[in-house]
């Protein structure tokens, strides 16, 4: 297992921006962004293979938002513009460590979670 601690979040208005940062202490094979609001399911939001070059984007992000990573610090970044109170959720920072694709049922490693809240 691998830690992960995020920071980042907090409230701002919509349209505004907001950048989430998640740290690994250990390998990972890739990582992300997934999110949960009040009623729903957790979705990915944002995933990146670690040291490569593949990513996905949920399309409701798609054009708004870019994860990006630095590979030295084993950090990943999940840069939000034009935020919309759609967005608003519990974000969690997850990672892949034992299996052998990026599947998103494959994530295993959770952060503790990261609040960000967009008013409208």
């Known amino acids: 297992q691998v830690r992960l601690v995020e920071s980042g979040g907090g409230s701002v208005q919509a349209g505004g921006s907001m950048r989430l940062t998640c740290t690994a202490s250990g390998y990972t094979r890739c990582m992300g962004w997934f999110r949960q609001a009040p009623g729903k399911e957790r979705e990915a939001v944002a995933t990146?293979?670690?040291?490569?070059?593949?990513?996905y984007y949920a399309d409701s992000v798609k054009g708004r938002f870019t994860i990006s990573q630095d590979n030295a610090k084993n950090t990943k970044y999940l840069q939000m513009n034009s935020l919309k109170p759609e967005d608003s959720a519990m974000y969690y920072c997850g990672a892949v460590t034992s299996a052998s694709t990026c599947s998103h049922r494959n994530y295993n490693d959770w952060g503790q979670g990261t609040q960000v809240t967009v008013l409208s």
């Open positions: 990146i293979v670690s040291g490569g070059v593949s990513t």
